[in-house]
């Protein structure tokens, strides 16, 4: 059974910088989609980023392009999303998907995945 386990998250004031890492544990293919979400109390996950590791072939979310960085280290099967000029607006509960395949055009979308992580929380100070 594929877990994930997301650490990194903290607390930064704003400009800051931080990288989340996402831990893969269990059997995966070769080729796999990945993304970050993020959740705010009473709003809906958003999808921020994603990666098809076989590709590979990224996507981000309009308001965290040229912010933020998906990338996937093989040697140790971690995705990480590094996250640049933080803005308050950033804080909320970061969560890790994985899914085995994907259509590039869904890349960012929550049902997309079946399998989360318990999720890293991100809080922007201004």
């Known amino acids: 059974q594929v877990q994930l386990r997301e650490s990194g998250g903290g607390s930064v004031q704003a400009g800051g910088s931080l990288k989340l890492s996402c831990a893969i544990s269990?059997?995966?293919?070769?080729?796999?989609?990945m993304a970050w979400f993020r959740q705010v109390p009473g709003k809906a996950r958003e999808g921020v980023a994603a990666?098809?590791?076989?590709?590979?072939?990224?996507d981000y979310a309009t308001s965290v392009k040229g912010r933020f960085t998906i990338s996937q280290d093989a040697a140790t099967n971690t995705i990480n999303l590094q996250i640049d000029s933080l803005k308050p607006e950033d804080t909320a509960m970061y969560y890790c998907?994985?899914?085995?395949?994907?259509?590039?055009?869904?890349?960012?979308?929550?049902?997309?995945?079946?399998?989360w992580g318990q999720g890293t929380q991100v809080t922007v100070s201004s």
């Open positions: 998907a994985l899914q085995n395949s994907c259509h590039r055009t869904t890349l960012l979308l929550e049902r997309t995945y079946r399998t």
């Open positions: 269990g059997d995966t293919p070769s080729s796999i989609c």
């Open positions: 990666i098809v590791t076989g590709g590979p072939l990224t």
